[in-house]
């Protein structure tokens, strides 16, 4: 038993930041902008840490696929408490098409090179919504998946997981190795503090290449094009039934 | 402590009465009973009636400021056993503030220890996020302090794209324009300048540093100086984390970290929050004129290309303001591959209307036909704003005290007439490294006391071609003050600094604190703006959002205030609360108490953009601006 945890990053742009259709709508406006970790992957990051102050996990590494500025953000995780890094360096049209298929590839193959127990992302990345790399890598590795993990406790026997579902809380319990992803209410991260950035300077990041852990990159996505959501019309106040029969009818919804 | 205090004008002598008030439902009742009485004495007109009926709540209003500077935590229960010591560490230098000043700084120290062979440790602390991300300026640099820095600037790839080609200045009327011919000599003469986006700058100027082996600390705000026993600045302690709202510990809160250093430079930029204290302590403005200020309003549009004309600077003067409140506009055409322009308004905050909105001003202008038609058919990407300094030479402080020094615009080096304060700042950055720098690497301490004291810093920099810049122009926006306004001051411009370059023995004064110039409400008349049409001119909620600024919600507010009673007490009932109009971000707002009548100040610190502006103009100078968690405010993207 390893007792190593590997945790996926992913740096996005900052969520308070109002984002800007590229004028060719081959994409968003990034250069520039304020990026910062995906929010749910610091609550998964914290999870780890969280288990290896338990004692229940020896190692915590953490992962990023990205270009160079992805190793700020593996700094960040340092920082938060875990024990090295690892960035697998995507950049410029690769980056532009990276998504959930080819992360969770890299995904499966560095958990096996690393040995790894347990796997912990966010449950989605806040640009794309995508909600698919957890899942993906788990049946990548044929691991059990324990998603929207509100809660989370290592026993004996498995893993207890509490997941967050449409119609309430689900518990289940899976064993291990596995794949867990985290949502809002597991826990609440710990700030990056500065003398642990500067102690983070001192920890390792290794440099890996997808070509490497024998990942493909080519995407089978192509985006035809981006828009912003259309404007919002203003709407309009009637005062009785009858009035919006006649609109509705007008309008020819009716 | 009573919340319904009256200081209103002839009721001064009810505040007696009031302050003794204890904190409680009857007191209040009491309260509004003693200034009824008076006022039905005095036959107060319908004005006063409306203003005490909005004065005296008759629930005492909810405590506003949580910050420990103003609850200290020392004596508060809820942090009792709560661990409070600080990880420390200790550095040869450290600069607060990673702008032009202190990233000049920076690099100018690293490049002397790597010319001398020697050790040097120089920690940089900026609360943006990353460099550049709270940079916001017009901007036209003169490039005259980067080439003393980096003679190979260009080679080294500075974002200095775009050489000025055209220099246009109009003094504008409601619907047309009279153009000033900018003839050789006068300061608005741009020849030779660059148009940049100064974030984009100072985050190039971030990355030469880290090359050079600055260790850089974006995201981490300086909250506090620390001091020696024998009363010299030791450094300074970045914030705290994970306080609540309402000043309690949270579950994660950890305590800032201090970082000691042999001298510390404060690079705060326009009216720091350090450097305020520092000039307490260290008694720093004694010898001075108080600073005065304004508030520049930014935006990046971006335009038809057939409207584009790369390289071309437009500035004008006059409407929409009137010829007492200075002020006036910038329009830059930027030249960095596509139909970039910048373009921004200033207004001098000593202006004396409570009713002005310099926000509101700065929408209304754009629909100045001029202004109007370039905009057109463009796309606004962009808003910021920030205070800057107005003073000039008279306002310059003390600029060094043992253990530290000031640089850049905190002190204020800003070349008025010309609106250029960048070439100054980086100049005094590097003036700074070169006046400490034999003295953090002699083997001996030549120092009186523990933190090193420099004084030959001022000395060199009243020697450069700083202090020769600022005392040509010194006159030129005191000039301002006289009963022609603005177009005096276009007169006395002509006279005496295009033709005499300011050598006339006298030095004019600044009018006093922007703060004390506002007139109460009752004298001055309410402006009415129009409407903003959602094309041209914009509403502030959707400006705000633009500027992509955001703080942890959960935190106390920043924006503190000395006294909770006295927005609604004295900014309201004299001022008519004109912290809702000189906010750019809608902070400040007066809204309607829950239960009862009467108003109570919100602050939505969330939307707040570090501009400054309330702690310079709030009439009561109760509002002292501190730092939040670092990390949070603007994500400006190359202002």
């Known amino acids: 038993m390893s007792g190593r945890v590997l945790v996926g990053v992913k740096r996005v742009i900052d969520y308070a930041v109002k984002i800007r259709v590229k004028p060719d709508h081959s994409g968003v406006v990034t250069d520039g902008v304020k990026h910062s970790m995906n929010p749910f992957c610091e609550i998964a990051v914290e999870e780890a840490v969280k288990l290896k102050e338990k004692k229940l996990m020896k190692e915590v590494v953490v992962v990023s696929c990205g270009p160079q500025q992805s190793q700020e953000t593996i700094r960040t995780a340092l920082a938060m408490g875990a024990d090295r890094g690892i960035h697998v360096e995507v950049s410029g049209k690769d980056y532009e098409t990276l998504g959930p298929l080819q992360v969770s590839k890299i995904l499966a193959a560095l958990a096996k090179k690393e040995d790894a127990q347990l796997i912990i992302l966010g449950k989605q990345a806040i640009d794309d919504d995508c909600n698919q790399t957890g899942q993906m890598t788990a049946a990548l590795l044929d691991w059990p998946q324990g998603t929207f993990a509100s809660e989370v406790s290592l026993e004996k026997d498995g893993i207890k997981v509490v997941r967050e579902i449409d119609g309430g809380l689900e518990t289940i319990k899976i064993s291990t190795p596995a794949v867990l992803t985290a949502d809002l209410r597991l826990n609440t991260p710990r700030y990056a503090t500065l003398p642990n950035i500067m102690k983070a300077k001192k920890k390792k990041i290794a440099n890996v290449k997808p070509a490497d852990l024998g990942v493909d990159l080519t995407s089978r996505l192509e985006v035809l094009r981006v828009d912003e959501p259309p404007q919002r019309q203003a709407g309009m106040k009637v005062e009785t039934v009858d009035d919006l029969v006649s609109k509705l009818k007008d309008a020819g919804k009716v | 402590m009573c919340q319904t205090e009256a200081a209103v004008g002839g009721l001064s002598h009810v505040t007696a009465l009031v302050l003794t008030c204890t904190s409680s439902l009857s007191a209040a009742h009491r309260c509004i009973r003693a200034l009824t009485a008076v006022q039905a004495e005095r036959g107060a007109p319908q004005l006063y009636t409306a203003v005490t009926r909005r004065t005296c709540s008759s629930v005492t209003a909810p405590r506003i400021t949580t910050h420990y500077t103003i609850r200290p935590r020392d004596k508060d229960p809820r942090w009792e056993g709560v ?496 912290e809702q109009r000189f906010c750019p971000a809608g902070v400040y707002e007066y809204v309607p108490v829950e239960t009862g009548d009467g108003m109570r100040l919100q602050i939505n610190a969330q939307n707040c953009v570090h501009c400054k502006t309330c702690d310079i103009k709030d009439p009561s100078q109760n509002i002292n601006w501190v730092v939040p968690e670092g990390g949070g405010g603007p994500a400006y993207n190359g202002m």
């Open chain 2, 83 to 578: 661990e409070m010591e600080r990880f420390a560490d200790q550095a040869d230098v450290v600069i607060v503030g990673g702008g032009p000043a202190g990233l000049s700084a920076a690099i100018r120290l690293k490049q002397l220890a790597n010319e001398h062979q020697k050790e040097l440790r120089v920690c940089l602390v900026e609360k943006a996020p990353q460099m550049g991300a709270h940079t916001l300026s017009g901007a036209c640099l003169e490039p005259s302090a980067l080439t003393e820095l980096f003679p190979d600037w260009k080679e080294r790839g500075a974002p200095l794209n775009t050489p000025v080609t055209e220099d246009v200045f109009n003094i504008f009327t409601k619907n047309h324009r009279i153009p000033v011919p900018i003839l050789p000599g006068l300061p608005m003469q741009n020849h030779g300048n660059y148009l940049v986006r100064l974030g984009n700058f100072v985050r190039w100027l971030g990355e030469q540093a880290e090359e050079l082996g600055v260790e850089l600390y974006p995201g981490y705000a300086a909250a506090e100086v620390l001091f020696h026993e024998d009363g010299s600045v030791k450094g300074v302690a970045t914030n705290d984390v994970g306080i609540a709202k309402d000043g309690s510990p949270k579950d994660v809160f950890e305590r800032g970290m201090e970082l000691h250093a042999k001298v510390t430079l404060f690079g705060e930029g326009c009216h720091g929050h350090l450097a305020k204290q520092l000039y307490k302590q260290f008694n720093l403005r004694e010898n001075c004129e108080p600073q005065t200020y304004a508030i520049g309003l930014k935006e990046l549009w971006m335009i038809d290309e057939k409207k584009w004309k790369p390289g071309r600077t437009e500035h004008s003067v006059g409407w929409p303001l009137d010829r007492h409140t200075y002020g006036g506009s910038f329009l830059y055409h930027l030249n960095e591959g596509e139909p970039l322009v910048a373009l921004g308004f200033v207004v001098g905050l000593d202006y004396t209307n409570p009713y002005l909105s310099p926000f509101r001003e700065f929408q209304r202008w754009k629909h100045h036909p001029f202004v109007a038609a370039t905009l057109e058919g463009g796309q606004r990407i962009a808003y910021g704003a920030r205070a800057l300094n107005e003073g000039g030479f008279q306002s310059i402080p003390k600029l060094t005290f043992p253990g530290g020094l000031l640089i850049g615009c905190s002190p204020g080096f800003m070349n008025v007439p010309k609106i250029k304060g960048t070439h100054t700042a980086m100049k005094s950055g590097i003036l700074a490294a070169e006046a400490i720098f034999p003295k953090v690497t002699a083997e001996e301490a030549d120092s009186e006391t523990a933190g090193l004291h420099v004084p030959e810093y001022a000395e060199s920099l009243k020697s450069s071609w700083v202090w020769k810049e600022l005392h040509s122009v010194r006159n030129i926006r005191p000039s301002f003050h006289n009963p022609l306004g603005l177009y005096g001051g276009m007169i006395y411009t002509g006279i005496f600094y295009w033709i005499l370059r300011g050598k006339e023995p006298w030095t004019l004064k600044h009018r006093g604190l922007d703060a004390h110039q506002l007139k109460p409400a009752k004298e001055c008349t309410p402006i009415e703006y129009p409407k903003p049409d959602g094309k041209i001119s914009f509403d502030l909620l959707s400006s705000v959002a633009l500027s992509g600024t955001n703080h942890e919600g959960d935190q106390p507010p920043h924006l503190t205030l000395k006294d909770d009673s006295v927005p609604v007490a004295r900014n309201l009932a004299v001022y008519d609360g004109p």
